[in-house]
């Protein structure tokens, strides 16, 4: 069933295919607010997709506890004080049972107090700053890998598997937008602290940094303005001029990233290795195109090739299922910005089954009880959480374009269908 395009806000009816017990009970109403429109739109309607199908697929199979799911998604414009307040209202005014987390560190970072003030459980699909895990709220849980500052483990891990010692990038610039996601790389691959913006108070020295333990000297690092930059083609010079072998762009979005890799595209820029944290989704290959985008490294949490075994609706459902599912409902295969959002509705429909009730103190009892061995199962693969709220015993999965196609390339002996690393790059 396609579902009608929504001007502000909609809510997903949660009348497909339910058994006649689950038709007639109460539904269990379940709130998230999203960046339809602004900056953030194309992983805010692909987080609405995610939620959406879950919705669904959950409701055909009987809805959760007997009771359909009635999903309510608002748009926030990609601003954090919509975000606050549709978020108030979803509790205070529609009366939701529980809540699905935003897109972006940027809202996730103020929408988290409020969440926390009513003592609801907050999945997170998208908000890897480590200062919201250190706020002290204690039923944060993080549908990814680890805190951004901890990326670049896993960039470096690539160049470590693949590149001869010899031939490793001896130098580095950053670029990046001025953003909680971005900074929040940039300082775990410089080794910068990170503090409490309201206290000050540190948090995290992660010194020396990532880069710095692999023998990569940062030549060159500028930071853009979070709303309203075009002057790629003057960033991307001076990127060039730095001489810099390896480029690491750090962008708030999958359109940033189409810009900056154009304009290293038009100024003929010429590195051994590029790694951006945006760019794992279709319109980036569409919008810079498949020879501009060969030999780009990028993390993610999600990737098509990797095996993960999930459970839906308290059946078996692997990422091959819900790859099929996802294609046969919106006619395009899925990337991480659906499968995430989909991942925190099977956590939150494994918590209410588990706890037996949608009271959100005993759903986040159950969610913190799990364990690696007793984990929550999604096509991100299994979870279970630190006390502050982020995964235990996850690493990124490291995609490269290749020939048009984004390929899982580490890590390397965990699963099947990992391939080759490209390197060097050279040209956009």
């Not at 269990?28 to 997709?49: D, F, Y």
């Not at 945006?278 to 501009?292: D, I, P």
């Not at 494994?350 to 364990?371: P, S, Y």
């Not at 199962?377 to 959480?385: A, K, P, R």
Request: net charge negative; hydrophobic share 40%.
């Amino acid at each position: 069933m396609r579902l009608a395009k929504f001007m502000a806000t909609t809510a997903v009816a949660a009348s497909m295919a339910i058994g006649a017990g689950a038709a007639s009970a109460q539904a269990i109403k379940i709130g998230a607010s999203l960046p339809i429109t602004g900056g953030l739109s194309v992983s805010g309607e692909k987080h609405r997709r995610g939620y959406e199908l879950c919705t669904k697929l959950i409701n055909e199979a009987g809805g959760i506890l007997g009771r359909p799911v009635e999903l309510l998604v608002s748009d926030n414009r990609s601003d954090p004080a919509t975000a606050i307040n549709q978020y108030e209202r979803f509790i205070n005014v529609d009366k939701v049972d529980a809540v699905y987390g935003t897109f972006s560190s940027r809202l996730t970072f103020p929408v988290a107090s409020i969440l926390s003030k009513y003592n609801m459980v907050h999945p997170i699909p998208s908000g890897g700053a480590l200062r919201i895990y250190e706020q002290g709220y204690k039923n944060l849980f993080y549908f990814q890998v680890n805190a951004a500052e901890y990326t670049g483990k896993d960039v470096v891990g690539v160049i470590n598997e693949y590149v001869a010692a010899d031939q490793k990038p001896k130098t580095a610039a950053i670029v990046h937008a001025e953003d909680f996601f971005a900074n929040a790389i940039a300082a775990g691959l410089m080794g910068e602290k990170v503090t409490d913006p309201a206290t000050n108070q540190e948090i995290a020295d992660l010194a020396p940094g990532y880069l710095k333990e692999a023998g990569i000297e940062v030549v060159m690092t500028e930071i853009w303005p979070e709303e309203g930059f075009n002057d790629w083609l003057n960033l991307a010079n001076s990127v060039k001029r730095s001489g810099a072998e390896m480029i690491i762009g750090l962008t708030a979005s999958a359109e940033e990233a189409v810009q900056l890799t154009r304009a290293f595209k038009t100024v003929g820029a010429t590195p051994k290795l590029v790694y951006l944290s945006q760019g794992a989704q279709n319109e980036y290959v569409e919008g810079v195109g498949a020879e501009a985008a060969e030999g780009v490294l990028i993390h993610t949490t999600w990737d098509g090739g990797v095996p993960f075994q999930g459970k839906l609706a308290g059946q078996p459902y692997s990422n091959a299922d819900f790859i099929a599912a996802f294609t046969a409902e919106y006619g395009v295969a899925p990337d991480e910005d659906s499968a995430i959002p989909f991942a925190v509705c099977q956590g939150i429909e494994q918590a209410i089954n588990g706890a037996g009730t949608t009271d959100n103190a005993k759903m986040g009892e159950w969610l913190h009880a799990r364990t690696p061995e007793d984990p929550v199962q999604t096509v991100l693969g299994n979870f279970s959480w630190d006390e502050v709220g982020l995964p235990r015993e996850k690493s990124h999965v490291m995609t490269q374009w290749q020939g048009g196609e984004l390929k899982f390339v580490f890590p390397t002996g965990e699963f099947e269908g990992v391939v080759p690393f490209e390197f060097p790059k050279n040209t956009f």
